[in-house]
């Protein structure tokens, strides 16, 4: 008998053991896709890997001319974001000039609420030349004031960015 509750008890034990490496297992599964979440994902698929750093994105704008575009990955924190419908937004560079984001098609919008946070952005940089309607328009959604707006009058350069993905760091 007492052989018996011997064997029973170290059944026992064994199996126990192997559920535990089991979930060690998930654990470290989990920890793994936890990391892979990090981000909130808007439009194409994509992903933060190979991202350049804001200071790399400015160097890669300075290179451009009116006309040339160049396909990209970069991370950087959101300076502004339009306040109506998340339709545009506009990312902090190291120098004085933020780059204003589109996205492809109008096809997806992001939170209003995203402001300083970390984003990673895909798709295609270019400089463009901003009407002056086209400004007042984005800083009525950015929430400036009258007195903000009309103080718009000429034409503006503009490092542009026309996103088919956006990550967004949780």
């Known amino acids: 008998m007492k052989i018996i509750i011997a064997l029973t008890l170290s059944v026992f034990t064994l199996i126990s053991c192997k559920n535990k490496d089991k979930d060690n297992l998930k654990k470290e599964e989990t920890k793994e896709v936890s990391k892979e979440m990090a981000y909130l994902s808007y439009g194409d698929e994509i992903s933060s890997e190979k991202s350049l750093s804001s200071a790399e994105m400015e160097l890669r704008y300075q290179g451009l001319k009116i006309g040339d575009t160049v396909e990209v990955n970069f991370k950087t924190n959101v300076n502004e974001v339009c306040k109506e419908k998340g339709c545009w937004m506009k990312l902090d560079l190291p120098g004085e000039e933020d780059v204003m984001v589109k996205f492809k098609d109008y096809g997806f919008f992001v939170p209003k609420d995203i402001d300083q946070k970390e984003v990673v952005v895909h798709g295609k940089a270019y400089l463009t030349e901003v009407s002056v309607e086209e400004q007042q328009h984005y800083a009525k959604d950015g929430g ?23 990550l967004i760091k949780e």
């Open 144 to 166: 400036k004031t009258e007195e903000e707006i009309a103080a718009i009058d000429q034409p503006k350069r503009t490092l542009s960015f026309e996103a088919n993905g956006v």
